[in-house]
């Protein structure tokens, strides 16, 4: 079965940087788009970055361009998101989600349990 | 402030119906792009409850279904359960000047009373 299992969250400083990890199991991670989402404490969803299948293809949501990079290592199945320059604003807990196309529009079909990353002095 | 408006808070009485708008722009709903809805029990991860509009991923009951017109959509749920008070969100594609995204609304919290 599908599994996502995410890695990486904890503690960090203003100003600092953190690496989020996202481990694929259970499908053809090489044929599938892949994105980051979080929410904040007691709030709701916030799309934060997209990848293609090769890497080839990335987006960003306005709030993190410039600060956070999506990554992904297909022979690894394994799906990344740098994070640096955080904000108490960027404390939140952070899903990786499978991106897919039924015949439409994207839609994230599948969710990791998330990791909660907490940047505070 | 989400790109997607949805209501706060809906509640009902177990065997009710329910609905749950969700609103937005041209841009978005509007253009013609799908809207997807998730589920999101207490303490969970969210989970895919209606994708495409009105189309329900295997294991999800009929109990749940989706329409969209012009540019809003809303989930109903019909014959409610105790195990349906969750957070309820819908989703769609917005394609604005500054690039494409994914956008969610604000989430609407189902209280079965």
């Known amino acids: 079965q599908v599994q996502l299992v995410e890695s990486g969250g904890g503690l960090v400083k203003p100003g600092g940087s953190l690496r989020l990890s996202c481990a694929a199991s259970?499908?053809?991670?090489?044929?599938?788009?892949m994105s980051w989402i979080r929410q904040a404490p007691g709030k709701g969803l916030e799309w934060v970055s997209y990848i293609s299948s090769s890497g080839s293809t990335i987006y960003y949501a306005d709030s993190v361009k410039g600060r956070f990079t999506i990554s992904r290592d297909n022979a690894k199945n394994s799906l990344y998101l740098q994070m640096n320059s955080l904000r108490a604003e960027d404390t939140a807990v952070y899903y990786c989600?499978?991106?897919?196309?039924?015949?439409?529009?994207?839609?994230?079909?599948?969710w990791g349990q998330g990791t909660l990353v907490t940047v505070s002095s | 402030q989400s790109v997607l408006t949805q209501p706060p808070s809906v509640s009902g009485a177990p065997g009710q119906r329910v609905t749950i708008s969700c609103t937005g722009s041209s841009s978005n709903i509007g253009a013609g792009y799908d809207v997807h809805w998730y589920q999101q029990l207490p303490g969970t991860a969210p989970k895919l409850l209606i994708y495409g509009n009105s189309n329900r991923p295997s294991g999800v009951p009929d109990r749940f279904s989706g329409s969209k017109s012009g540019t809003s959509a809303s989930l109903a749920i019909t014959g409610l359960q105790a195990e349906d008070e969750a957070d309820y969100y819908c989703q769609s594609y917005d394609s604005s000047l500054s690039g494409p995204s994914w956008v969610f609304g604000g989430g609407t919290k189902l209280t079965v009373l």
């Open positions: 989600a499978r991106d897919t196309y039924y015949g439409g529009d994207p839609v994230f079909d599948y």
């Open positions: 259970g499908f053809t991670f090489s044929d599938y788009y």
